[in-house]
């Protein structure tokens, strides 16, 4: 059981390149999201995702697109990267059964964009 | 977008003593969570309170979900230096698991 995977674990840009960070969960959860952390701030959700084939948007979603094919793996795509890209990325999967909350973080994306 | 309002920010403390933070918001939360961060790593969820009123410990942690379902509470009794972290709380309204609403953070420093 490897929880919540994520890759890369560092990643260097230059602007306008893009890239997608991987995301996997092996527990079968229904919810994923994907949060940015900047310095001094908590978590702020970019994307997320209640099923497989199904996506919304959260709190920062603009210059990152995400899909849910599968419900083990949630890619957040960059389309041209920026500078204000520069943040660490968390991934997360959870689940909330008879009034039961569980929910695991990867270990994150630490990624620049110069 | 909204944030939560957690204080204090940071904390020195010496080995033993007992801590205390909260966090606060202008809406209405269903669900309040805390998470402590080491550095380099991701959150890992401590406690999760679902109802208003509701007093819930884990281990040395405990943690209150406010009356009027604004406001949250974290103690931790008899503080060691694994303590060391940031504490995070966070809010979930109606709708769906994945959208919480994030405090800013309270770093936590236990000395000897």
């Known amino acids: 059981n490897a929880g919540v995977t994520q890759t890369p674990k560092f990643q260097v840009l230059k602007t306008g390149q893009s890239m997608t960070l991987q995301c996997a969960q092996d527990?079968?959860?229904?919810?994923m999201s994907w949060y940015r952390q900047d310095p001094g701030m908590g978590l702020r959700l970019i994307h997320y995702?209640?099923?497989?084939?199904?996506?919304d948007q959260g709190e920062v979603p603009n210059g990152y697109n995400v899909s849910r094919s599968t419900t083990e793996d949630f890619p957040l795509r960059l389309l041209s990267a920026a500078p204000s890209q520069t943040s660490v990325y968390f991934c997360?999967?959870?689940?909330?059964?008879?009034?039961?909350?569980?929910?695991?973080f990867g270990p994150g994306t630490r990624l620049t964009v110069t | 977008g909204q944030q939560l309002n957690q204080s204090p920010q940071s904390m020195f403390i010496q080995e033993g003593e007992d801590v205390s933070m909260n966090c606060t918001s202008s809406?209405?939360?269903?669900?309040w969570l805390w998470y402590k961060q080491d550095p380099g790593e991701g959150p890992v969820l401590l406690i999760a309170?679902?109802?208003?009123?509701e007093l819930t410990s884990n281990g040395r942690l405990t943690a209150q979900f406010g009356i009027t379902r604004k406001d949250s509470f974290l103690n931790i009794s008899a503080s060691i230096p694994s303590d060391v972290g940031i504490y995070f709380c966070?809010?979930?309204?109606?709708?769906?698991?994945?959208?919480?609403?994030f405090g800013t953070g309270t770093r936590l420093q236990v000395t000897l």
């Open positions: 997360a999967s959870s689940l909330l059964a008879g009034g039961s909350y569980e929910q695991y």
């Open positions: 527990m079968n959860h229904e919810y």
């Open positions: 995702s209640v099923g497989a084939g199904i996506t």
């Open positions: 809406s209405i939360f269903n669900t």
């Open positions: 309170l679902y109802k208003a009123g």
């Open positions: 966070a809010g979930q309204g109606t709708g769906t698991a994945s959208k919480l609403t």
